[in-house]
């Protein structure tokens, strides 16, 4: 195309066969997409528009959005129906090399899209050019073809639908001319910190960064030295391999602004989980930096060096340091190789002293309190076609294991009437946590781990052993629900004759999010155009361990692939991560006015 | 005691208050039981009178029921209450040698009193005689103890009530003089041969005896013994290793009667499964020859080599033979050993020709049909309360193995509303199993395996594993049955948007009872003076395969332990055992009055 950029001035001063014929070609074949979105004008940032034309195709029928996804090639396609393959399209599947397949890559292709028709009857949309707008590679793109195939036809109609979202995405950012750089450096970031990863390494760039693995202190040193280019002004490592770096403030006396994320994994992770929270905060910086802009308060940006507790069986390593829950016993845990942590401090040359570890405790008074930006980790933005999320709580939860002792009968011979199977006690039980959790909306519960332990087809099951998770967004949600689910199974076992048994071996405390704090985000999030999704948090983060300390908000990041997460398959988009840039310097922006 | 003999001529002639009195002490300080029994006579057998008071019971309160069970003393209590140790009480314990308890032993029973007494809140009650009234040893009687302890209060209950009743029935037989001979040496003959085991034996004398092994051999030997002294006229090994035998009738033209069961076992088995069927006829032969009565017909009694299938792959060796249903194919079929079924053969001295194998074919028209006498192998039986039911059929069977495929995702971040839990799926499947199930009356549905593989405490069920094992009297019951549960599932995984697959393993056809000879089973069973109970069966019997060609009809005998089988567990009382052997006399009777 060799249109001359468009501008938003441009498109909310046309009439509405104006504003459809300038955005021609950002859906396929679907004018009626701009025409429904022209009456929401007039739009003031590009993240708007993009989210009208978004809410346009949510709030289509069935039929329509079948209809747009049809109006797409099929991936690599023999034949260009005429007038059916635009130059985008064209241009997109040159990018992801599909104009260049070995003969087998088009066999594969062509057999792909025939059993992906018969099966959905719609063609696959993939954005080819994925999440970095580079183009995906052809290996890339034939497994998620495979994967998404096994996928459920409603699953994978709203799949195709945020495939073509980012396509239009993509589309739109080079009609206006707008490039995601902020989001692409921290994207890039990303994948040059995942070079750095713990043997065994599969053919597939597995990613796995444990507590000061060797692979962990080279991320280290990597994060320093950006850190230092970005603009910090201090950049250290302290005494349990956090990376620290403030960026002053010009009022010395102003709490500062803590901030940050982890930058370890679990085993096989996928990119973005903590790190995104740390490069977020780079890019902000770099920006203010680069432009000579210092704010009143200092920003501190720490680089948590343990969360996941991979390596050794305490987690939150790096954030407990900063609120004195740094555990002496700790020191002595061993690794799988019968390391202690103390000795694997020792041979990172870390002081591996209490006394050490005991100073970085943060005085609460000289901090206005702690943010956190990070991935999703979970669908709700995926599915609500949003970017970013204000988080109202780190959910609270506990955690049970427990079995149900019944009666092992033949099969055949025991009536239905005369049963005592511990796996139909189990199942109904399932039904009523699935059903009791669902009530509160925002409270979740779940049985992981079921099994009826040597299970034969044609034995009554004696027993059958589970676990529960419960969360929810405060303790007390969180201890109704458990109570009641805990009743439930007793009133279920009391019924039906069978013996329970049940023990809690985990319970955290919610966190709920500072009210200032959290409004400040909303306020960010709105100034971007963005309508306000307000949400809990279900997995823990480094923020639920600064709660004890100090105030805390996090801000949510859309994952791809329906917000997968600990799975190489976890992906954020250039231009998700540069509104989470964008949010957090508005932030910034937001936080410091009330001491101007 | 040393009263004489009671008579039921005495009882039905007494008043009501002779009638207690002299039931007096059969229940233990309980005469409300002989009261209500009292208005059920004239009693024309011993069972008939047995029979009422257990139903006098059975229709009491819970109170009465408590009553009853707290009337009796603790097991080897320490000081016996004025008026409650009982002369009949002090016997049974002193037989089963608890009153020479070593202190340790005493000590273990003095604490599972307490324990007991503290979980039920009442006594332990257990028919100390055992189940052939001669006394269990000591720890037989610690091992229940430990056992029962973990039961459900339900059950238990129920436990109890059993016992009374059996104390009651050994009672009775003291003082009616009436001692269940025949099913005492029905029981003799399955400890005898129980004595034939194959290593590795365990220290409670393990049972196992598969196909043609040195103790399966040694099983034929002692049974050809057996019958030989039983007065059949001919006694043979057949090519299969059928242990086949002839009691001759009158009439060379009548057809013969065919009956029996399998000798073999499972691993661990107990001493009834099978054999109880061939014993059952062995004293029933033994008591016709004793008396030198002959009847119209032939008696074919043929103790099955192989019908559970645990050495080689196929089952039912013994009665498909019978039918011409032998493969040829199952001769070249492996045994752990590397031993083909063929060699074992020949290694056992039988000609492993197929020739010998096709020869035993019979010929249905010189059989007016099959009989087989049967541990229940379930609990209807003991839960009545009854002795001996009719089988109306055997019960056809589907088998199938199946997975739900749903999204594997975080527990923690996954709303309710947006999970694919394939284990809740499943769970909903489970319940609609169990109703539909029900509905029918008479068939089961049983999901025996369930997993979610690899299932973690924080990760929604991304998959769940489970079987399915279906059981009706017909197979178009069956196959309704099997089809409303498949569309269920097919149902539950659409509306949840999951994927499933399910694979049919196994299909086995119906075997109802032929009309004539279930009715003259229902006779006999009333002629006995015990209500007629009809039930299906649920389990697979050699019967099912002589169904492929001649009528048949079998008779369920009660198991103790709640019908449990398969496992050392099983057990069949000398009361329960005589009146199989009386009702098979009276069906033989009946039978042979057809053509008298």
């Known amino acids: 195309m060799s249109m001359a950029s468009l501008t938003l001035t441009e498109l909310n001063a046309a009439d509405t066969a104006g504003f459809v014929r300038l955005l021609h070609g950002i859906y396929e074949h679907s004018p009626w997409i701009a025409e429904r979105a022209a009456s929401h004008r007039p739009f003031h940032t590009l993240a708007q528009l993009r989210q009208a034309l978004v809410h346009v195709v949510q709030t289509a029928t069935r039929e329509e959005q079948l209809g747009l996804i049809r109006a797409h090639p099929e991936l690599a396609g023999k034949v260009a129906i005429a007038g059916s393959l635009t130059a985008e399209s064209t241009d997109e599947q040159s990018r992801a090399g599909l104009t260049h397949c070995s003969p087998q890559e088009f066999a594969t292709l062509q057999q792909l899209n025939a059993d992906y028709n018969a099966r959905f009857g719609w063609p696959f949309i993939l954005a080819v050019r994925g999440p970095r707008s580079l183009g995906l590679a052809r290996a890339e793109i034939i497994a998620t073809f495979q994967r998404r195939l096994q996928a459920h036809p409603d699953a994978e109609l709203q799949e195709c639908l945020r495939n073509i979202h980012r396509i239009a995405e993509i589309r739109l950012a080079d009609r206006f001319d707008q490039q995601p750089l902020l989001g692409r450096q921290v ?18 760039g597995e990613l796995t960064v444990t507590y000061l693995t060797d692979a962990h202190r080279a991320c280290a040193a990597q994060l320093m030295q950006w850190m230092r280019d970005c603009g910090f002004d ?26 940050g994320s982890h930058y370890d994994t679990v085993r096989n992770a996928g990119r973005h989980d903590g790190r995104l929270g740390i490069f ?33 069986a305490a987690t939150f390593l790096g954030s407990s340091a ?10 002595d845990q061993l690794d799988a190789a019968g390391i202690t942590l103390r000795q694997a401090m020792q041979h990172a040359g870390l002081p591996a002293t209490m006394e050490a570890i005991a100073a970085l405790r943060r005085d609460p008074a000289q901090y206005l309190g702690f943010v956190e930006v990070h991935i999703e980790q979970g669908p709700v933005l995926a599915q609500a076609g949003l970017p970013l999320g204000v988080v109202t709580s780190i959910n609270g939860s506990r955690r049970f294991i427990g079995q149900v002792q019944g009666v092992a009968s033949h099969a055949g011979t025991t009536p239905m009437s005369r049963r005592r199977d511990a796996a139909c006690a189990v199942a109904e039980w399932a039904l009523q946590v699935e059903r009791r959790a669902a009530q509160d909306g925002d409270s979740v519960a779940t049985i992981g781990q079921l099994a009826v332990p040597g299970g034969s087809i044609n034995v009554v099951p004696g027993r059958c052993d589970f676990s529960l998770d419960v969360r929810a967004p405060s303790d007390a949600q969180r201890d109704r629900l458990a109570d009641d689910l805990l009743l439930a199974l007793a009133d279920i076992c009391d019924r039906r004759g069978l013996q329970h048994h049940i023990t809690e071996t985990l319970r955290a405390a919610a966190a709920p999010s500072a009210h200032t704090l959290q409004q400040r985000w909303e306020q960010a999030v709105a100034d971007l155009g963005l309508p306000v999704l307000r949400l809990p948090s279900g997995a823990g983060h480094d923020a639920m361990k600064l709660h004890q300390a100090m105030p805390q908000a996090m801000l949510f990041v859309r994952g791809g692939n329906d917000g997968i997460s600990h799975n190489p398959l976890e992906t954020v988009t250039d231009d998700d991560a540069q509104l989470a840039v964008e949010a957090f310097l508005r932030w910034l922006d937001l936080i410091d006015e009330d001491i101007r």
Not at 283 to 311: C, D, H, K, P, W
């Open 187 to 204: 994207l890039q970031w990303a994948d040059e910190l995942a070079a750095h990863s713990e043997p065994p390494w599969s053919e597939r």
């Open 234 to 259: 201090e950049v250290h490592l302290d005494a349990v391999g956090n990376v620290v770096a403030r960026y002053e403030g010009t009022q010395p006396d102003a709490p500062a602004l803590l901030t």
């Open 280 to 312: 977020t905060v780079m890019a902000a910086v770099r920006e203010l930096s680069t432009s000579g802009a210092r704010l009143n308060r200092s920003i501190e940006l720490v680089a948590f060096a343990e969360e996941e507790g991979q390596r050794f």
């Open 322 to 331: 900063l609120v004195g829950g740094f555990d002496p016993a700790w020191l």
